[in-house]
């Protein structure tokens, strides 16, 4: 799908000029279009999935070419990350993207209201500012979790085992859902260090249509990455200390079980000590 920004049909669209440009699961055409129209070589899926630097952030002509892995709300695991294409010039901004993001539903509302025509630097910024406060609500989001299976791990299972060993089903949902954690946990972490990359990168790029007060500006989601990553890894010690915490309920299950076996064994083989130890 081709989405321009301005619309077509707005009052003002017709003596605007297109500044952002997104593809939501582009077609072979759509992309020819964009291509043909404006004079850009878009990457392909295959080339904004690369992980090395060079295929991340990279600049040509003075358009700046930008890709990352992105998470969408995280709920849970069943959709896959998905990579995310900028092509930032001084007149357009176009956006390749394979999944719906909310950050770019919170712009397009956000200048729906206010009418507000930006330029393709600050729709930019703009993305990356929203980017920047979902991958902080989903951490926060992780962190009541983790709170939560903390009561549950070492409360209610650690009280419990005094009482009667938990069950299979509750050990089983228990690591299961340390597990999620830990997968989504990884996504977001992915997403972090990805726009860790492409914000340095367009703040320090050398290029005159870039003002200082946009440079600035950068500085501040860039300063909020870095508190991020420092959660995300505050989280998944939380997590790997949470998984042992399980596997170890498990462990103790499994040798309250044996011991069990080799008492029953036990009097299988000497029936008189067994009948002695009853008595």
């Not at 926060?140 to 009482?163: H, K, N, P, W, Y």
């Amino acid at each position: 799908m081709l989405t321009t920004y301005p619309t077509p049909g707005r009052e003002d669209a017709t003596a605007s000029k297109v500044y952002w440009i997104d593809l939501l699961r582009p077609t072979e055409d759509e992309r020819t279009h964009v291509e043909h129209n404006y004079h850009l070589q878009l990457p392909t899926r295959e080339e904004l999935s690369e992980v090395e630097l060079s295929s991340r952030v990279s600049e040509e002509n003075g358009v700046l070419f930008l890709n990352m892995p992105t998470v969408t709300y995280m709920s849970g695991i069943d959709h896959p990350p998905s990579p995310l294409g900028f092509v930032l010039s001084e007149d357009i901004l176009v956006t390749i993207r394979y999944t719906e993001l909310r950050a770019f539903e919170s712009v397009v509302k956000k200048c729906a209201k206010d009418g507000a025509q930006l330029t393709s630097l600050e729709t930019f910024t703009a993305l990356v500012d929203e980017m920047v406060d979902l991958s902080a609500d989903l951490l926060e989001g992780i962190a009541t979790e983790m709170d939560a299976m903390s009561r549950r791990v070492f409360s209610q299972l650690g009280r419990q085992r005094l009482r009667r060993p938990p069950s299979n089903d509750e050990l089983g949902e228990a690591l299961s859902a340390v597990g999620n954690a830990g997968e989504r946990l990884s996504r977001i972490r992915d997403s972090i260090l990805g726009l860790e990359r492409i914000v340095p990168y367009v703040a320090g790029a050398e290029l005159n249509w870039i003002p200082q007060e946009t440079r600035i500006h950068l500085a501040t989601p860039r300063n909020d990455l870095a508190s991020l990553n420092e959660y995300q890894t505050h989280l998944s010690d939380k997590v790997q200390f949470l998984l042992d915490a399980v596997l170890g309920f498990i462990n103790i299950k499994q040798s309250d079980i044996f011991q069990v076996l080799t008492v029953i064994s036990s009097s299988e083989s000497h029936p008189l000590w067994w009948r002695a130890c009853m008595e």
